[in-house]
């Protein structure tokens, strides 16, 4: 059974950098993982993956801010932020990008003050 941990989450100022990551267990690799970000009262939206061919892949919100890495030596996905905004305050998850979808994990959760 796989199981998604996610970690890192913080209380950061805007402006300030900040690192997710997602660790999967129970499966032979992190491939077709991405994130999530669930706001206060809005639904869970994917953020960012990677495309069939390996390129990543963001929101428009997002874009030129965020940053995923993926590590197969250690199963894992991360999520770089290098620049927050009092709008990514929000519970971050990982799960599969498509398809089926793992149980979810209890998320990080990360909040932004200016």
């Known amino acids: 059974q796989v199981q998604l941990v996610e970690s890192g989450g913080a209380s950061v100022r805007a402006g300030e950098s900040l690192r997710l990551s997602c660790e999967v267990s129970?499966?032979?690799?992190?491939?077709?993982i991405g994130w999530y970000r669930q706001r206060a009262g809005q639904s869970r939206e994917l953020i960012a993956r990677?495309?069939?061919?390996?390129?990543?892949i963001y929101v428009d919100f997002l874009r030129g801010r965020v940053a995923i890495f993926k590590d197969n030596t250690k199963n894992s996905v991360d999520l770089q932020n290098d620049k927050a905004r009092l709008e990514d305050t929000a519970v971050y998850y990982c799960?599969?990008?498509?398809?089926?979808?793992?149980?979810w994990g209890q998320g990080t959760q990360v909040t932004v003050s200016s």
């Open positions: 990677y495309s069939i061919l390996g390129d990543p």
């Open positions: 799960n599969r990008d498509s398809g089926r979808l793992y149980a």
């Open positions: 129970g499966s032979s690799s992190a491939d077709g």
